[in-house]
């Protein structure tokens, strides 16, 4: 089974440029997450997608980053213009639970791509 | 609001000795918990969970967990540490999203493990 594809790995910009990030989640997975991990820091969760749906942007901060999933399948994140502390690991993951707690098949963990590498400078 | 703590932001142990690696956790409700490790640059992998049922958790890698209710404790473990283990190790509790029925990870800020030969 694919695991979570992201791209790029590693991306440098400068600020107020702008970058895209691209995730493919697992097969047939309908929650779609976000995370921004900055050095040193717990990932933090940017945007929750149940299908192609918004569950959870309370942590995105709007003004800059934007976030899609057309068709329920694969997403986007998208920063412009970029700052400085936007440099971190975006990290995308995937899970098959219908994001309700307990029930059947609900197994809860998440599979994450490998990340990608954001430096702004 | 749930969350999860780790006190230590490193740990230092011998091959071959056991490890501990620290987690408490605040929630309301049934905690369900989770530990995942990441390599260099790599992304996370899932190591175990804690849903229901015994409070010692088995995983991948010979790590195992112990739920603690009355400490709202989930340590993580291993009996005999590899220097292959040194990663960064995260604690992580089911949150329910903003505002709807939905359900999210909320990590730690994660503990760096080093085993040293």
């Known amino acids: 089974e694919a695991g979570v594809a992201q791209s790029p790995r590693y991306k440098i910009i400068e600020k107020r440029q702008s970058v895209a990030f691209w995730c493919n989640p697992i097969s047939g997975h309908a929650t779609l997450y976000w995370y921004q991990q900055i050095l040193g820091q717990g990932p933090k969760l940017l945007i929750q997608f149940q299908n192609n749906g918004v569950v959870d942007d309370s942590q995105l901060p709007k003004d800059r980053f934007s976030a899609e999933r057309l068709k329920g399948v694969d997403s986007t994140l998208k920063i412009q213009p970029a700052k400085l502390e936007d440099s971190a690991v975006y990290l995308c993951?995937?899970?098959?639970?219908?994001?309700?707690?307990?029930?059947?098949?609900?197994?809860?963990?998440?599979?994450f791509g490998e990340g990608s590498r954001l430096t702004v400078l | 609001a749930q969350s999860v703590a780790q006190p230590e932001d490193q740990v230092n142990v011998a091959e071959g000795n056991p490890l501990t690696v620290k987690c408490t956790y605040s929630v309301s409700g049934n905690p369900y918990l989770f530990w995942y490790v990441q390599y260099p640059n790599r992304g996370l992998q899932f190591l175990l969970k804690?849903?229901?049922?015994?409070?010692l958790v088995k995983g991948s890698y010979g790590f195992e967990a112990e739920f603690n209710k009355s400490q709202t404790s989930f340590h993580l473990k291993k009996p005999s540490a590899l220097v292959s283990d040194s990663a960064l190790y995260f604690c992580a509790v089911r949150a329910p999203a903003e505002n709807t029925g939905f359900q999210k990870l909320v990590f730690g800020t994660g503990t760096r493990l080093l085993v040293s030969p």
């Open positions: 993951a995937s899970s098959s639970h219908r994001g309700t707690s307990g029930g059947a098949g609900d197994t809860g963990e998440l599979f």
């Open positions: 804690y849903i229901t049922g015994d409070n």
